[in-house]
Nanobody
């Protein structure tokens, strides 16, 4: 079983920066990829950025050039560095991990509890 704990959300003014962190723990697993999603009330959860175990990254167009996803494989931790924040970035940000159980060889998704990011003047 994998537990994901997120941190780093908060309130920031437009143009500001925040760094989100998500640490995976639990033992007996291998992380295949980790992602950041975000969701605002009344809308579907949106994939913001993803990174795999080889370091390959992808971003939604709206955050390209402003957000950077990175992963510390030794710590099983993924980060989302957000710069040039805009009011439309306001959302609950969720961490997702695609992990393989080393005993069963089965892969599944795990979710964090979410962290609020508010961009407002």
């Amino acid at each position: 079983q994998v537990q994901l704990v997120e941190s780093g959300g908060g309130v920031v003014q437009p143009g500001g920066s925040l760094r989100l962190s998500c640490a995976a723990s639990g033992g007996g697993f291998r992380i295949n990829a980790m992602d950041w999603y975000r969701q605002v009330p009344g809308k579907q959860r949106e994939l913001v950025a993803s990174i795999d175990s080889h370091g390959s990254t992808n971003y939604v167009d709206s955050v390209k050039g402003r957000f950077t996803i990175s992963m510390d494989n030794a710590k099983n931790t993924v980060y989302l560095q957000m710069s040039g924040l805009k009011p439309e970035d306001t959302a609950v940000y969720y961490c997702n991990a695609d992990a393989t159980d080393l005993y069963s060889a089965l892969a599944r998704d795990y979710w964090g509890q979410g962290t609020q990011v508010t961009v407002s003047s």
